[in-house]
């Protein structure tokens, strides 16, 4: 069974600071993806990393991916209130299951 | 990405019976489906993945005959929670699937058995 190891699974900090978010499997995945949920409502998909190494921007955000596809992390530079919400990393199965970390809930504080 | 609706938002029923949630494509033709529950502080746990015009497939430990999916169109999928327990309150929120293994996801379905 593939899993998703994602920490910290809990982050308050003051806005305009930085923080990481760490995703990690003993298993390699063909794609992984970060979500954002806020409370209420379903997901929404953040980005997709592919290929090994692979960095994408957002914006603040800055996603990566291991070069031996099994972790990635999600990098947030001077964080806003805005941002508060469930971050969830999923690795993505055969058939296009996703598997999901255990989530990070971030609060960001004015 | 696909636009996905579900309803109702949120339900409250009586212990003993049964609730129907729909969940809807609505610009994307979705083959394949897939339903979740979340607990409060807690991430999100496939419970089947919903074929249209086949049978769903459930992960394991989840009660097929419990969790009835019927996925009879290529923009609607539901889930029926039969004899509800309060055990069974919980959020409810289903994904349509593209074809690049991304998924879209319903606002999700509050459920709370008394």
């Known amino acids: 069974t593939q899993l998703l190891e994602q920490s910290p699974q809990f982050l308050s900090i003051q806005e305009g600071e930085n923080l990481t978010v760490y995703c990690n499997s003993s298993?390699?995945?063909?794609?992984l993806q970060w979500y954002r949920q806020e409370p209420g409502e379903g997901p929404v998909l953040l980005v997709t990393v592919v290929t090994g190494g692979e960095v994408k921007k957002l914006k603040r955000l800055t996603f990566q991916f291991g070069d031996a596809r099994k972790d990635s992390s999600l990098h947030i530079t001077a964080a806003q209130t805005g941002d508060t919400g469930l971050y969830l990393c999923?690795?993505?199965?055969?058939?296009?299951?996703?598997?999901f970390g255990q989530g990070t809930e971030l609060s960001v504080k004015p | 990405g696909a636009v996905v609706s579900q309803h109702p938002s949120w339900v409250i029923c009586k212990s003993g019976t049964s609730v129907k949630i729909e969940c809807r494509s609505l610009?994307?033709?979705?083959?394949?489906m897939f339903w979740y529950r979340q607990f409060p502080k807690q991430s999100l746990m496939l419970m089947a993945t919903?074929?249209?015009?086949?049978?769903?497939?459930?992960e394991q430990g989840v009660e097929k005959d419990k969790f009835l999916i019927n996925h009879a169109s290529l923009t609607l999928s539901t889930l029926t929670v039969t004899s509800a327990h309060p055990e069974d309150s919980s959020f409810y929120i289903c994904s349509v699937g593209t074809f690049s293994y991304e998924q879209y996801f319903g606002p999700g379905t509050r459920l709370t058995v008394t």
């Open positions: 610009d994307f033709q979705a083959t394949t």
């Open positions: 298993s390699v995945f063909s794609s």
């Open positions: 919903s074929n249209e015009g086949s049978k769903a497939t459930y």
């Open positions: 999923a690795g993505v199965q055969q058939g296009g299951k996703l598997i």
